[in-house]
């Protein structure tokens, strides 16, 4: 299973962008799905997460601007990005806490990263 990320670019401040994640198969079980952001120098972050029953958990950066979604029967996770800020420029990765088959353990799943850059 590969996650696989889409939908990153250069924005202007204010504008919006929608990023996406399907796993490229389906998983034997998927729970959390989140996305994370990186910029250099600095450790990566959670920006967003959603459960597989729909609880979401923000960044306080992020809170009233950005919105996670996902859709289960896709194993697509969503995010929805509004009033952008040059401060959201980042590598963004998705994330996937799943078991891939019966045979393999719960580990957490990365998506490639898809660069997001917010011009002033």
């Known amino acids: 299973v590969q996650l696989q990320a889409s939908g990153g670019g250069l924005v202007q401040t204010g504008g919006s962008l929608r990023l996406s994640c399907a796993a490229s198969?389906?998983?034997?079980?998927?729970?959390?799905m989140g996305w994370y952001r990186q910029v250099p120098g600095k450790q990566r972050e959670l920006v967003a997460s959603?459960?597989?029953?729909?609880?979401?958990n923000y960044a306080d950066s992020v809170k009233g601007r950005f919105t996670i979604s996902r859709d289960n029967a896709k194993n697509t996770v969503y995010l929805q990005m509004n009033s952008l800020k040059p401060e959201d420029t980042a590598v963004y990765y998705c994330?996937?806490?799943?078991?891939?088959?019966?045979?393999?353990?719960?580990?957490?799943?990365w998506g490639q990263g898809t660069q997001v850059t917010v011009s002033s």
């Open positions: 959603i459960t597989y029953g729909g609880s979401t």
């Open positions: 198969a389906r998983p034997f079980v998927i729970n959390d």
């Open positions: 994330n996937a806490k799943l078991r891939a088959t019966v045979v393999h353990p719960m580990n957490d799943y």
